[in-house]
Antibody
Framework: EAQLVQSGAEVKEPGDSLKISCKGS????????IAWVRQRPGKGLEWMGI????????RYSPSFQGQVTISADYLINTAYLQWSSLKASDTAMYYC??????????????WGQGTLVTVSS | DIQMTQSPSSLSASVGDRVTITCRAS??????LAWYQQKPGKVPKLLIY???TLQSGVPSRFSGSGSGTDFTLTISSLQPEDVATYYC?????????FGQGTKLEIK
């Protein structure tokens, strides 16, 4: 059974850098796209971007382009989401999710458990 | 990019009621539409994909319909455990945009 396990909650100060992770298991990591989704407190789901670990093809939402970096290491079956300089507005729950089948035109299943990022001085 | 608009944003209904949530795409997305349920403090859960295919394990009181630009999620008989926020998502191409969500409460 495919599973995604995310890294633990983070508390950071504005201006800090951060890299959170999403480790896949139970499937061929290089054959499925992995997406990142933001959910600010009390708000809806926002699609941030997506990566294909097989060839490192990455697509960003225009809203997040330049604000975050998505990457992956297929040797350890892990995708990453990173910030170079956090802002208070980055405070949110971040989910990774795998596309259900091979190919970009697929729904999200499974999801990781989420990583809560809190940015506060 | 294609925009996804859900209505209503929130709704309150009684146990046993038939509940319908709609989702409209700003362009034709064929049947590349999924519905997710998110209970408070929990991870989103896939309910329906391909507009009308029920995910394994999801109760049969949930159903989806539509194609092109207009879609609906229906709960045939609302149960207390259905209290959640429901999201539609288009996935024909990136970005896989979500609707803004519909918060469902029990009256």
């Amino acid at each position: 059974e495919a599973q995604l396990v995310q890294s633990g909650a983070e508390v950071k100060e504005p201006g800090d850098s951060l890299k959170i992770s999403c480790k896949g298991s139970g499937y061929r990591f290089t054959s499925y796209w992995i997406a990142w989704v933001r959910q600010r407190p009390g708000k809806g789901l926002e699609w941030m971007g997506i990566i294909y670990p097989g060839d490192f093809d990455i697509r960003y939402s225009p809203s997040f382009q330049g604000q975050v970096t998505i990457s992956a290491d297929y040797l350890i079956n892990t995708a990453y989401l990173q910030w170079s300089s956090l802002k208070a507005s980055d405070t949110a729950m971040y989910y990774c999710a795998r596309l259900a089948s091979e190919g970009l035109s697929n729904w999200f299943d499974p999801w990781g458990q989420g990583t809560l990022v809190t940015v506060s001085s | 990019d294609i925009q996804m608009t859900q209505s209503p944003s929130s709704l309150s209904a009684s146990v046993g009621d038939r509940v319908t949530i709609t989702c409209r795409a700003s362009q034709d997305i064929s049947n590349y539409l999924a519905w997710y349920q998110q209970k408070p403090g929990k991870v989103p859960k896939l309910l329906i994909y391909a507009a009308s295919t029920l995910q394994s394990g999801v109760p049969s009181r949930f159903s989806g319909s539509g194609s092109g630009t207009d879609f609906t999620l229906t709960i045939s008989s609302l149960q207390p455990e259905d209290v959640a926020t429901y999201y539609c998502q288009k996935y024909n191409t990136a970005p896989h945009t979500f609707g803004q969500g519909t918060k469902l409460e029990i009256k």
